[in-house]
Protein backbone atom coordinates (compact mmCIF):
# COMPACT_ATOMS: atom_id res chain seq x y z
CA UNK A 1 0.00 0.00 0.00
CA UNK A 2 1.19 3.36 -0.77
CA UNK A 3 1.90 5.76 1.73
CA UNK A 4 1.91 9.22 2.96
CA UNK A 5 2.89 10.87 -0.76
CA UNK A 6 3.72 14.69 -1.60
CA UNK A 7 4.75 16.87 -4.78
CA UNK A 8 6.46 18.25 -5.80
CA UNK A 9 9.59 16.99 -4.21
CA UNK A 10 11.96 19.96 -4.48
CA UNK A 11 10.72 23.46 -5.38
CA UNK A 12 12.76 26.50 -6.13
CA UNK A 13 11.17 30.02 -5.70
CA UNK A 14 11.79 33.79 -5.20
CA UNK A 15 10.61 36.06 -2.36
CA UNK A 16 7.65 37.47 -2.25
CA UNK A 17 6.42 34.76 -4.28
CA UNK A 18 3.49 32.26 -3.73
CA UNK A 19 3.84 28.29 -3.39
CA UNK A 20 1.23 25.40 -3.61
CA UNK A 21 2.03 22.23 -1.72
CA UNK A 22 0.20 18.68 -2.09
CA UNK A 23 -0.42 16.00 0.03
CA UNK A 24 -1.77 12.49 -0.63
CA UNK A 25 -2.71 10.80 2.73
CA UNK A 26 -2.53 7.07 3.16
CA UNK A 27 -5.64 5.21 2.15
CA UNK A 28 -8.43 5.03 4.59
CA UNK A 29 -6.89 7.74 6.62
CA UNK A 30 -9.14 11.32 7.13
CA UNK A 31 -6.51 13.79 8.41
CA UNK A 32 -3.71 15.42 7.53
CA UNK A 33 -1.69 17.36 8.88
CA UNK A 34 1.11 19.98 7.92
CA UNK A 35 4.68 20.46 9.79
CA UNK A 36 7.34 22.80 8.90
CA UNK A 37 10.99 21.46 9.42
CA UNK A 38 13.82 23.68 9.54
CA UNK A 39 17.22 22.48 8.73
CA UNK A 40 18.80 20.94 12.08
CA UNK A 41 15.43 21.07 13.91
CA UNK A 42 12.64 18.93 15.31
CA UNK A 43 9.10 19.28 12.63
CA UNK A 44 6.59 22.18 13.95
CA UNK A 45 3.26 21.63 13.72
CA UNK A 46 1.13 24.38 11.23
CA UNK A 47 -1.83 23.10 10.42
CA UNK A 48 -4.15 19.66 11.26
CA UNK A 49 -7.72 19.14 8.68
CA UNK A 50 -9.79 16.29 9.39
CA UNK A 51 -13.29 15.81 7.48
CA UNK A 52 -12.55 18.92 5.46
CA UNK A 53 -12.54 21.49 8.25
CA UNK A 54 -9.17 22.73 10.28
CA UNK A 55 -8.94 21.49 13.84
CA UNK A 56 -5.56 22.81 14.68
CA UNK A 57 -3.30 25.42 14.02
CA UNK A 58 0.06 26.04 15.26
CA UNK A 59 1.74 29.62 15.59
CA UNK A 60 2.14 30.46 12.12
CA UNK A 61 1.54 33.80 10.27
CA UNK A 62 -1.69 34.21 8.05
CA UNK A 63 0.24 34.17 5.13
CA UNK A 64 0.35 30.05 5.67
CA UNK A 65 -3.75 28.44 4.53
CA UNK A 66 -4.32 25.08 3.74
CA UNK A 67 -7.03 23.20 2.72
CA UNK A 68 -8.93 19.41 2.63
CA UNK A 69 -10.32 18.17 -0.13
CA UNK A 70 -13.36 15.60 -0.13
CA UNK A 71 -10.81 13.16 -0.67
CA UNK A 72 -8.71 13.85 2.07
CA UNK A 73 -5.82 15.14 -0.24
CA UNK A 74 -4.63 17.94 1.13
CA UNK A 75 -2.97 21.31 -0.50
CA UNK A 76 -0.60 24.18 1.62
CA UNK A 77 -0.91 26.97 0.57
CA UNK A 78 2.35 30.39 1.29
CA UNK A 79 2.14 33.70 0.35
CA UNK A 80 4.27 36.62 0.04
CA UNK A 81 7.70 33.93 0.39
CA UNK A 82 10.07 34.75 2.90
CA UNK A 83 13.61 33.45 2.95
CA UNK A 84 12.77 32.12 6.32
CA UNK A 85 10.08 29.82 4.77
CA UNK A 86 13.12 27.50 3.54
CA UNK A 87 12.56 24.02 4.84
CA UNK A 88 11.11 20.84 4.46
CA UNK A 89 7.40 21.07 4.43
CA UNK A 90 6.14 17.48 5.83
CA UNK A 91 2.52 15.79 5.30
CA UNK A 92 1.33 13.34 8.06
CA UNK A 93 -1.43 11.31 7.95
CA UNK A 94 -3.92 9.21 10.55
CA UNK A 95 -7.05 7.50 10.55
CA UNK A 96 -8.49 10.06 12.66
CA UNK A 97 -8.23 12.72 15.42
CA UNK A 98 -7.53 10.40 18.01
CA UNK A 99 -4.44 10.56 20.74
CA UNK A 100 -3.88 6.90 19.95
CA UNK A 101 -3.92 7.31 16.32
CA UNK A 102 0.05 7.95 15.40
CA UNK A 103 0.59 9.98 12.58
CA UNK A 104 2.56 8.88 9.41
CA UNK A 105 4.80 10.94 7.58
CA UNK A 106 5.81 11.05 3.74
CA UNK A 107 9.13 12.65 2.58
CA UNK A 108 7.74 15.96 2.06
CA UNK A 109 8.46 19.14 0.12
CA UNK A 110 11.90 20.99 0.12
CA UNK A 111 11.34 24.89 -0.59
CA UNK A 112 14.21 27.02 -0.72
CA UNK A 113 13.35 31.10 -1.09
CA UNK A 114 16.12 32.65 -2.97
CA UNK B 1 6.06 26.57 23.78
CA UNK B 2 6.69 23.26 25.35
CA UNK B 3 10.11 21.81 24.71
CA UNK B 4 11.45 18.09 24.32
CA UNK B 5 15.17 17.94 25.15
CA UNK B 6 17.08 14.94 24.02
CA UNK B 7 20.12 13.56 25.04
CA UNK B 8 23.02 12.96 23.89
CA UNK B 9 23.02 15.41 21.26
CA UNK B 10 24.69 12.80 18.84
CA UNK B 11 26.99 10.19 19.38
CA UNK B 12 28.90 7.89 17.69
CA UNK B 13 29.19 4.41 18.46
CA UNK B 14 30.42 0.76 16.95
CA UNK B 15 28.35 -1.76 14.94
CA UNK B 16 27.13 -4.09 17.27
CA UNK B 17 27.00 -2.05 20.83
CA UNK B 18 23.94 -1.41 22.22
CA UNK B 19 22.83 2.71 22.03
CA UNK B 20 20.16 4.66 24.63
CA UNK B 21 18.97 7.91 24.43
CA UNK B 22 17.12 9.88 26.65
CA UNK B 23 13.85 12.88 26.22
CA UNK B 24 12.87 14.97 28.88
CA UNK B 25 9.76 17.18 29.26
CA UNK B 26 9.04 19.70 32.28
CA UNK B 27 5.28 18.56 31.42
CA UNK B 28 3.37 15.56 32.10
CA UNK B 29 2.43 13.77 28.42
CA UNK B 30 0.54 10.31 27.99
CA UNK B 31 1.53 9.58 24.83
CA UNK B 32 5.00 9.48 23.77
CA UNK B 33 6.30 8.09 20.35
CA UNK B 34 9.49 7.56 18.75
CA UNK B 35 10.56 8.53 15.14
CA UNK B 36 13.48 7.74 12.98
CA UNK B 37 14.55 10.26 10.03
CA UNK B 38 16.89 9.15 7.24
CA UNK B 39 18.44 11.99 5.03
CA UNK B 40 16.11 13.42 2.59
CA UNK B 41 13.13 11.61 4.05
CA UNK B 42 10.07 12.33 6.21
CA UNK B 43 10.57 10.57 9.82
CA UNK B 44 9.07 7.26 10.19
CA UNK B 45 7.40 6.22 13.82
CA UNK B 46 9.66 3.53 15.84
CA UNK B 47 7.34 2.94 18.80
CA UNK B 48 4.48 4.36 20.11
CA UNK B 49 3.79 4.49 24.10
CA UNK B 50 0.57 4.75 25.94
CA UNK B 51 0.96 3.41 28.84
CA UNK B 52 3.69 5.01 32.01
CA UNK B 53 5.81 2.45 33.20
CA UNK B 54 5.03 -0.07 30.21
CA UNK B 55 8.01 -1.58 28.15
CA UNK B 56 7.47 -1.66 24.20
CA UNK B 57 9.38 -3.56 21.78
CA UNK B 58 10.01 -3.15 18.47
CA UNK B 59 12.56 -5.69 16.90
CA UNK B 60 15.72 -4.46 18.30
CA UNK B 61 14.37 -1.41 19.78
CA UNK B 62 12.81 -1.21 23.15
CA UNK B 63 11.39 2.52 24.63
CA UNK B 64 9.29 3.37 27.32
CA UNK B 65 8.18 6.73 29.11
CA UNK B 66 8.54 7.09 33.06
CA UNK B 67 5.80 7.16 35.75
CA UNK B 68 6.16 10.49 36.05
CA UNK B 69 4.73 10.30 32.15
CA UNK B 70 7.51 13.53 32.14
CA UNK B 71 10.83 11.35 30.35
CA UNK B 72 10.91 8.40 28.23
CA UNK B 73 14.10 6.54 26.50
CA UNK B 74 14.85 4.47 23.78
CA UNK B 75 17.13 2.07 23.40
CA UNK B 76 18.75 0.07 20.59
CA UNK B 77 20.20 -3.54 20.65
CA UNK B 78 23.56 -4.49 18.48
CA UNK B 79 23.68 -1.80 16.57
CA UNK B 80 24.18 -2.09 12.50
CA UNK B 81 24.75 0.47 9.98
CA UNK B 82 21.33 0.98 8.80
CA UNK B 83 20.78 2.33 12.28
CA UNK B 84 22.30 5.49 11.57
CA UNK B 85 19.96 8.86 11.11
CA UNK B 86 18.27 11.44 13.70
CA UNK B 87 15.70 10.17 16.36
CA UNK B 88 13.35 12.09 17.55
CA UNK B 89 11.12 12.04 20.38
CA UNK B 90 7.92 13.33 20.16
CA UNK B 91 4.62 14.12 22.49
CA UNK B 92 1.00 14.36 21.17
CA UNK B 93 -0.76 17.40 22.58
CA UNK B 94 -4.35 17.99 22.33
CA UNK B 95 -5.62 21.32 20.78
CA UNK B 96 -9.30 22.90 20.60
CA UNK B 97 -10.43 21.57 23.50
CA UNK B 98 -9.30 17.60 22.34
CA UNK B 99 -10.51 18.28 18.76
CA UNK B 100 -7.33 17.58 17.83
CA UNK B 101 -3.90 16.95 17.92
CA UNK B 102 -0.31 17.94 17.16
CA UNK B 103 3.12 16.48 17.53
CA UNK B 104 5.92 18.29 19.69
CA UNK B 105 8.99 17.17 18.49
CA UNK B 106 12.19 17.05 20.45
CA UNK B 107 15.69 18.15 19.48
CA UNK B 108 16.66 14.90 18.20
CA UNK B 109 19.86 12.35 18.91
CA UNK B 110 22.22 12.23 15.57
CA UNK B 111 23.29 8.22 15.89
CA UNK B 112 26.34 7.16 13.70
CA UNK B 113 27.29 3.94 13.25
CA UNK B 114 30.73 2.84 12.37
CA UNK B 115 31.99 -0.45 11.44
Known amino acids: DAGVTQSPTHLIKTRGQQVTLRCSPI?????VSWYQQVLGQGPQFIFQ???????GRGNFPDRFSARQFPNYSSELNVNALLLGDSALYLC?????????????FGDGTRLSIL | GQQLNQSPQSMFIQEGEDVSMNCTSS?????WLWYKQDPGEGPVLLIA?????ELTSNGRLTAQFGITRKDSFLNISASIPSDVGIYFC???????????????FGTGTRLQVTL
Open chain 1, 92 to 104: ASSLSLGGNQPQH
Open chain 1, 27 to 31: SGHKS
Open chain 1, 49 to 55: YYEKEER
Open chain 2, 27 to 31: SIFNT
Open chain 2, 49 to 53: LYKAG
Open chain 2, 90 to 104: AVLLSVHTGTASKLT
